[in-house]
DNA sequence: CCGTTGACCCTTC
DNA sequence: AGAAGGGCCAACG
């Protein structure tokens, strides 16, 4: 096997593992994988990460939506985040800190 | 191998 | 309260 990055990987894991109704942020995620400060490449990893993984889960700290969602682009990302519960205003999640999900629980 | 890039985060004005 | 700049880290060419 060649790993391509076990940071991706950790991603990955990350991602997947998001319960539906919460969403998380690039510096958990990216602090998950052990690097509190490489939230940017948590940003890129998504943009090219694979489609079955529920990005649309991934927000900024500010509860934000995503700058450049690539599948169907804020609205879809908004929809996505309407469907499991959460509650979008103006392309940002209302009471992000409420929606925030922690792996510990 | 070195330089550039990026779906970010934090501090300061 | 909003805007601007710098820093950080890994993947890609």
Known sequence: MKPEGDF????YAVVARI???RVMTYGQI???CGHP???RVVGQIAHFGPEYLPW???VKKDGQLASGYSYGG???HRRSLET???VVIDDKIESIDKYIWWPAG
Do not use: C, I, N
């Open 8 to 11: 991706q990987q950790a991603t």
């Open 19 to 21: 319960p539906k109704g």
């Open 30 to 32: 990216a602090a998950l």
């Open 37 to 39: 400060r490489a939230a």
């Open 56 to 58: 649309h889960r991934v």
């Open 74 to 76: 804020k609205e879809a």
């Open 84 to 86: 499991e519960g959460v």
